[in-house]
């Protein structure tokens, strides 16, 4: 079945390191991939989409993303993270024709000060 | 700004005691989504409309219930609510790609309705 897979339950990192949130899909040429994010008691918000073209995408909040076909992986990074970064964070495809969002398991960001 | 709206933002009622969450958009976007989601783990979708065409996900319960009564509104009903139903409950929006199919639409999420039953 088409899925994301998010490896890592939690990370922390120390404000102003750089980060990179995992995330590797199954099955599908191209599949169509989101990354987004949630804070404690809030929806979700997106960060960046991916559809087709250039590989490396970019999203609001200073973060970014990489698809690698030969590595199913679409991972999201930033260059230096804020205190305010720390949320969970869920990659996502669509499936289901197009119809459905299905998400990974979520990544909880902890910001060391 | 264009917006999710979820009302109320929490919510308590009492084990089997019918309960309805609303949710309004103001994008105009042809396909609304309900999501589950519990503590800890990611959305399960429920089902979404495309306009007036309700789609069901074949492992919602039939307490489960929603409508749809125009473009801006979509309510989620909940029969008879028992403590498994304890959630965070999401509202969701994306344009239709047209032919009743959603395509590669993002979508847009409200902050949602937190659901305690006692």
């Known amino acids: 079945a088409q899925s994301v897979t998010q490896p890592d339950i939690h990370i922390t990192v120390s404000e102003g390191a750089s980060l990179e949130l995992r995330c590797n899909y199954s099955?599908?040429?191209?599949?169509?991939l989101f990354w987004y994010v949630q804070s404690p008691g809030q929806g979700l918000q997106l960060l960046l989409k991916?559809?087709?073209?250039?590989?490396l995408v970019q999203g609001i909040k200073g973060f970014e993303a990489e698809f690698k076909r030969s590595q199913s992986s679409f991972n999201l990074r930033k260059p230096s993270v804020h205190w305010s970064d720390a949320a969970e964070y869920f990659c996502a495809r669509l499936t289901g024709g197009g119809n459905k969002l299905t998400f990974g398991t979520g990544t909880q960001l902890k910001v060391e000060l | 700004d264009a917006m999710v709206i979820q009302n109320p933002r929490y919510q308590v009622t009492q084990f089997g005691k019918p309960v309805t969450l609303s949710c309004s958009q103001t994008?105009?976007?042809?396909?609304m989504y309900w999501y589950q989601q519990k503590s800890s783990q990611a959305p399960k979708l429920l089902f979404h409309y495309y306009d007036k065409d309700f789609n069901n996900e074949a492992d919602t319960p039939d307490n489960f219930q929603s409508r749809r009564p125009n473009t801006s509104f979509c309510f989620l009903d909940i029969r008879s609510p028992g403590l498994g139903d304890a959630a965070m409950y999401l509202c969701?929006?994306?344009?239709?790609?047209?032919?009743?199919?959603?395509?590669?639409?993002?979508?847009?999420f409200g902050d949602g309705t937190r659901l305690s039953i006692l």
């Open positions: 991916y559809f087709s073209g250039d590989t």
């Open positions: 994008l105009n976007h042809n396909v």
């Open positions: 099955y599908g040429a191209t599949p169509y």
């Open positions: 969701a929006t994306s344009r239709g790609a047209g032919s009743l199919s959603v395509g590669n639409q993002p979508q847009h």
